[in-house]
């Protein structure tokens, strides 16, 4: 406030003295001070919208990110069309800047809009936000591209007479641009990796193949033509899971494989980011039924995971399931049962006693409750699902019909079991006292004289 009132004060006896430049500064100081201030808040509200985003309160994140959006967007508005006001080429350049920070914001905030509503499902109208920060992005290259002729005549009319001074300052312009197209082709990766994701959901897997293409190779460009960098190794990562579910397996796993090895060569050997893709190449292995290999796999990707975040996290609930469901396979059921029970309790540590994740965790568990023969007790772990089912997603959903079909299903075999177990009771009480039998039980005791001893193979 004090520098308000002194800038205000120099503004007033520039207006009395005429001094235009003295005025110039002091509307300079105010419209920053004012444009920082609003940017400011808008930070401020966004990490609001995170907060609420974090805990999942998505409606509350959705209004204070609009609000956020809506304080960018004017000052976005306001470096635009100050941009090409400069009279001078280092006034230009922080323009420029400005410009290119105040588009971050705006196209940052656009994303995580469109995240949200991704994750509630909202696919067509997330795509809508992802596509209006492309389109921001684009214009914006566009207008960079365009020659601008007249500001280098007016530069060159503007006391720049020294050749030493205008080197450096072309030099200083030079390097903005670099930094300033380095920073919207970060932007642009980053924002087409998030349409792809979209296309990969709906499962417009070429649309996703193209988005990820085009945000490899800009990723590329950004690190100096060179792939050694965790976000290559992650678009790559991407790119192999759309082989994998074309089912073009070696595609795949040459993808997982050079992701692996960035990661391995960037981030370490011990770094849990590889441990999605090292779940990937052994779901790769389970389905060529190379189930030793699989088994590797999962095993160093759960380590990694429990090393890095403990047993209790939800990266390390699925490794977990994979292995059991490998030793079921390998009828190694007790062994498989143990492994289930722990995804069971880390499922109901992260997302409470019902929550889908969990019934699909009950559902295991009655899996191998039913290879052992244990009917019963499958039932009773199809019905612990089905509850929670039945509240969270509802009688008509398709996990839910699921599981009361298997729990009619149980049922059936039970009932079939206990008939022939009955038939079988009524068979040996019958043969007790049938003369066939009793002259069958007495044929050993015929042949040998009673008074040798019987052999003891017999």
């Not at 520039?14 to 920082?36: C, H, L, P, R």
């Not at 006391?159 to 072309?170: C, G, Q």
């Not at 190794?233 to 595609?251: F, M, N, Q, T």
Request: proline fraction near 3%; glycine fraction near 6%; include cysteine.
């Amino acid at each position: 406030q004090q520098q308000q009132q002194q800038q205000q004060q120099q503004q007033a006896v520039a207006g009395t003295t005429g001094d235009n430049n003295i005025g110039k500064n002091n509307y300079d100081f105010e419209y920053n001070y004012n444009v920082s201030m609003n940017r400011d808040v808008a930070s401020v509200i966004s990490c609001i919208g995170n907060v609420k985003n974090r805990v999942g309160e998505l409606d509350a994140a959705l209004t204070k990110y609009l609000q956020a959006l809506q304080i960018y967007k004017s000052i976005h508005e306001r470096h635009s069309s100050t941009g090409n006001n400069s009279g001078n080429i280092n006034s230009s350049n922080n323009n420029n800047n400005d410009h290119v920070e105040a588009l971050r914001d705006v196209t940052a905030t656009l994303k995580v809009i469109g995240m949200v509503h991704a994750k509630r499902g909202d696919l067509d109208t997330a795509m809508q936000f992802f596509r209006e920060a492309m389109a921001l992005l684009r214009a914006y290259e566009d207008s960079v591209d365009e020659p601008d002729k007249d500001r280098n005549k007016d530069n060159n009319d503007n006391n720049i007479d020294n050749s030493k001074k205008k080197d450096t300052i072309n030099n200083n312009n030079s390097n903005n641009n670099n930094a300033n197209t380095l920073t919207i082709r970060e932007t642009k990766a980053s924002i087409l990796t998030r349409i792809a994701s979209i296309h990969l959901k709906k499962g417009e897997l070429d649309d996703a193949m193209a988005s990820y293409r085009q945000a490899y190779d800009l990723t590329v460009q950004n690190r100096g033509n060179t792939t050694n960098h965790p976000e290559i190794a992650g678009i790559l990562h991407y790119i192999g899971g759309i082989y994998h579910k074309r089912g073009e397996y070696d595609e795949a796993m040459s993808c997982y494989q050079e992701s692996i090895r960035i990661y391995h060569a960037t981030l370490g050997t011990d770094h849990p980011t590889v441990a999605g893709t090292l779940v990937m190449v052994g779901s790769i292995h389970y389905k060529r039924r190379h189930l030793d290999s699989a088994m590797m796999f999962y095993r160093e990707a759960l380590r990694l995971n429990r090393d890095a975040y403990g047993m209790h996290h939800p990266d390390v609930a699925p490794i977990l399931k994979s292995i059991g469901t490998i030793l079921t396979k390998k009828g190694e059921y007790h062994e498989a049962f143990d492994l289930f029970r722990d995804v069971l309790n880390v499922k109901v540590t992260v997302h409470g006693t019902d929550h889908p994740e969990v019934a699909s965790a009950y559902k295991s568990l009655g899996n191998v409750h039913y290879k052992l023969g244990e009917l019963g007790d499958a039932e009773r772990q199809y019905r612990h699902a089905l509850s929670i089912y039945r509240k969270s997603k509802g009688d008509d959903h398709p996990d839910t019909v699921g599981a009361k079909t298997t729990i009619e299903h149980l049922r059936y075999w039970m009932r079939e079991r206990d008939q022939l177990n009955n038939k079988c009771k009524d068979i040996r009480i019958h043969n007790q006292y049938c003369p066939c039998v009793l002259l069958i039980r007495l044929l050993p005791r015929l042949y040998f004289p009673l008074n040798l001893p019987r052999n003891p193979l017999h």
